[in-house]
């Protein structure tokens, strides 16, 4: 069984082509399909609390956080019954479980290409995500110019009567990959997919340009060095009396220079 797959003992009802249902029926199948759904959603919700730690953290402990903004989407009902239409799967819960496995969508965009590998590895890291698949797009970019890094992960989503392992599919890009991979949507939804043949050239080489700028920038980056700062020193034993002392005069301590009222 895939980590992702829920035990066969708890039955899943087949979603039926629809002939010979009644009213009764249909409702019972739309409420199965919702609920099989709102399992996707809460595993966005738990990977993007996972990443917005992640952020939070590196605010309060470094000088530079790589999470620029975090994204995500979940697949339309209609989207996923239409992929399982036209790949031919099995139309019922298991089969769309086990094949479909980007209904839940997690985007990280970061400033740097080497933020990309330290989002990956800090999210393949924790103990209860599983990283079942791994797609390098920026390594070996797509023959139209799109760069990305895909994990398909599985994650445990806790529900009220039951625990189930959840596939998401997390794509950690630079700003400069994720604003050609939107400008490349936008022009094939406008076309149909029939993009005419000057444009395809033109988003070529505009993902060659973006590409040059993301190397650019990391150059930069590195100058710089902001990583360079000292880490702080364990402070399981530091002496916080003076804090206290402080505290009880009175006096406001605030946890970040941002905290203060303006």
């Not at 988003?203 to 060095?225: C, G, I, N, S, Y």
């Not at 005069?249 to 203060?260: C, I, W």
Request: net charge negative; with cysteine; glycine share 4%.
């Amino acid at each position: 069984m895939k980590p992702w797959q829920r035990d066969p003992s708890t039955g899943d009802s087949p979603l039926g082509n629809g002939e010979g249902v009644g009213f009764d029926d249909l409702r019972v199948l739309r409420e199965q399909f919702v609920d099989f759904m709102l399992g996707y959603k809460f595993a966005i919700d738990e990977v993007t609390t996972k990443i917005n730690i992640l952020r939070e953290d590196f605010n309060n402990t470094h000088e530079y956080n790589p999470i620029e903004h975090v994204g995500s989407r979940l697949k339309s009902p209609e989207s996923v019954l239409e992929k399982v239409r036209r790949k031919n799967y099995a139309m019922n819960l298991a089969a769309i479980r086990d094949n479909v496995l980007d209904i839940a969508g997690v985007r990280v965009v970061c400033s740097f290409i080497s933020d990309i590998g330290t989002i990956r590895d800090m999210l393949a890291g924790q103990e209860d995500i599983t990283v079942l698949e791994e797609r390098d797009y920026i390594t070996h970019r797509k023959p139209n110019g799109y760069q990305s890094m895909h994990l398909i992960v599985s994650i445990p989503v806790f529900r009220s009567d039951r625990t189930e392992r959840i596939p998401v599919e997390i794509q950690i890009r630079t700003i400069a990959m994720d604003f050609w991979a939107s400008l490349e949507h936008k022009i094939y939804y406008k076309y149909r997919g029939e993009v005419p043949p000057n444009l395809r050239t033109d988003l070529a080489q505009a993902a060659e340009v973006a590409t040059q700028l993301d190397e650019k920038m990391e150059a930069l980056h590195r100058q710089v060095d902001r990583s360079a700062r000292p880490k702080k020193p364990t402070t399981d034993a530091l002496d916080l009396s003076i804090l206290y002392n402080n505290l009880t005069a009175g006096h406001p301590v605030y946890l970040r220079p941002t905290d203060p009222p303006t």
